[in-house]
């Protein structure tokens, strides 16, 4: 895939600032929950880029090879945790809802598992993804990283 626009040399002012939004929302939630919610997001959003960089940031930072795999059927897999699944049916909830799927049982479950902070946290996380996902599928954007060289 060959970038089609480079935000970062059209708007360097306001893409310095969009990672640094990035970078201090991602770090205000755990680091294997925000991998998950990157990766899930991109899942949906068939982003190769974000697929391909966020599994190899979630590998870095300890998360399984068999967790990674099972994450776009994570509802039947049980080797995620009540908290975790929240956040992906959250994930889900935010990144489809054009579609008209409906977010009241996502809620009570966010609600459940996160403090009102954290569930401001993370809905500010899936829309950095979100958004991240559509400049990548929209400029045709793509990382390289050590995984997808080989």
Not at 13 to 24: E, F, I, N, Q, R
Not at 76 to 91: D, I, K, Q, V
Not at 125 to 139: D, E, K, P, Q, S
Request: charged residues 20%; glycine residues 4%.
């Amino acid at each position: 895939m060959t970038a089609t626009l480079d935000p970062f040399a059209a708007a360097p002012a306001l893409m310095k600032k969009w990672m640094a939004v990035s970078t201090d929302i991602a770090a205000s939630l755990e680091p294997s929950l925000v991998e998950l919610v990157k990766i899930r997001s991109s899942q949906i959003n068939a982003c190769a880029n974000c697929i391909n960089m966020h599994t190899a940031e979630a590998r870095a930072k300890g998360e399984t090879e068999s967790r990674i795999y099972l994450l776009s059927a994570w509802r039947e897999a049980p080797c995620y945790s009540e908290r975790e699944r929240a956040a992906l049916a959250w994930t889900e909830a935010l990144t489809t809802f054009a579609t008209g799927h409906p977010q009241e049982t996502a809620r009570r479950d966010l609600q459940a598992a996160f403090t009102e902070e954290e569930q401001v946290k993370l809905t500010l996380m899936i829309n950095v993804i979100n958004g991240w996902n559509r400049l990548a599928v929209g400029f045709g954007l793509w990382i390289e990283t050590p995984a997808s060289r080989a």
